[in-house]
């Protein structure tokens, strides 16, 4: 029972919540670039929200199924068809086997996310289905998908219970230009007063070198107080580096695990998915936040997730 | 805070679900006992919440969820647990033996580097491997660890102009430090020797071959060894040794 990729879209890979646990050995935790929008389509088919799903990143592929399941697409509008039909997106559509799904032009954003109802049945590799392309680990064979790949699945879903409950009208609303917000620092003290007036006034626009390892923007130099230069510190996911150029750089899901460049902020958790799903030509601007306030969105976003988990959750699998 | 030593240890918001703390602002194995000491201290207290921590030269990134762990909740006990703190001998710290074929078959920069040191390409491979390597932390890459030396460092520093791909198992070497390169990639450092075993195996536990805080040994092995031991890691059957430091050399 499995998916058969007629073709395998420009960049299309199998991502779960992430590889955690060896940052301190060098591994980047990979995971969904638009966390959000991939928790929301697992939980729409009754997955529980990190379960390996498909991100499909600016075209996408043509799959056609194997056996009766149940999917959902959710994040960039995509605009994708099911036999020629179109297929809505935010909700659980039931397919049959033999069915074709396709995607067409994209309208909106960058990503979008397939999930299937019980998952994919790839190995766990240090206890993640997520690939690390770059160096080959996870995922399917630790790399992106081709045509005529062929990809298990776990368990599927013939059907599902509460389908017409299962609806998510809370939606991505896509922007040319972006706020993004982040709290200041670990390396405030090497910026100067100027170079924060610059950052947090300036308008960005995101370049064409952007990938899951990292988005550069192009815009008003911000000033250092010496140079760019640290002794080789510790990067997590929204790390914001500066380099010698005086121009950001924002560290997302495949970034290394260390860097030897100044940090001037970090992209708060819940504005992470608009980074996923910009594009070169988007503007960014940055709205400075503290940390109380950043954790308590993501605490509510958080609780808001697992009650759609649990209102949606079938009765097998309540526990 | 100032521990025993006198630095102001910091504390750094990295965004809302990490922590920095800072331990010193120079890279030495006094400062990086300090970040491991700090490590194991938090490991000890199983504070729930945390879920992993990454050492680096002079700081710990401690990750958490912040909806099982606030902030500042946090920050009080890290407060606890840095007060004080004195670098002291942990756990006996590990030596791993490494195997390294200096010159052969594959490309090494090892009679450049004899002729910028001003020795013959014996006395440099006895200065490489006469001397343990200290492994500060790892990143860059899966396996990739930063390892440097403490006496005689070398006199040559990175090349002028980086190689678009060197081999995985390549073992490079700049001034006092000397990589391990798990993977095909980009580098700029100089080529001395390779090794037949596997940096990084994703497969095995733990994964990475050398860890932070541990101290690696090269051991020169001949052409017809490299290939041997290539044979058996192939079919899992080659462990590199490793044995507490103090009964090393």
Redesign the interface.
Known sequence: MNLHFESGGFLTSIQDGGR????????SPAGPMDRRAFNLANILVGNSMDEAAFEITFSGPTISFGCDNIIAITGAEMTPYLDGEPCPMYEAVAVKAGQTLRFGKLESGMRSYLAVSGGLDVPL??GSRSTLIR?Q??GFEGRAIRKEDKIPLRSPKASLKHMNRRVVLERILFADTLEVRV?R??QDSRFTEQGFRTFFSGLYTVSNEQDRMGCRLDGPKIEHVLDANI????I?T??IQVSGNGLPIIMLSDR???GGYT?IA????VDLPILGQAKPGNRIRFIEID??K??KL??KE?KWLKRLEAKWRTEKEAR | MADSSGFEIQFHIVGDRAISVVLGDVISLEVNSRVRVLKQVIEGRHIEGITEMVPTYTNLIIHYKPEIIRYSKLMKLLGELTFGLKPKETVSEMVVEIPILYGGELQTDLEECATLQKVSVEELIRMHCGSLYYTYMLGFAPGHPYLARFENPFSFKRRECPRVKIPGGSVVVAEGLSNLIPFDQPCGWNIIGHTPVRIFDAYKQPPSLVNAGEWVKFVPITAEEYVEIKERVKNGTYECKSYPKESAR
């Open positions: 955690f646990g060896y940052q301190d050995i060098g591994i590799v240090m160096n680990i996870g709290i620092g670990p002794i080789s510190d510790g997590v929204g790390s290394q695990s260390t940090k970090t992209v708060i958790s940390i109380v950043a954790q993501y605490i958080q």
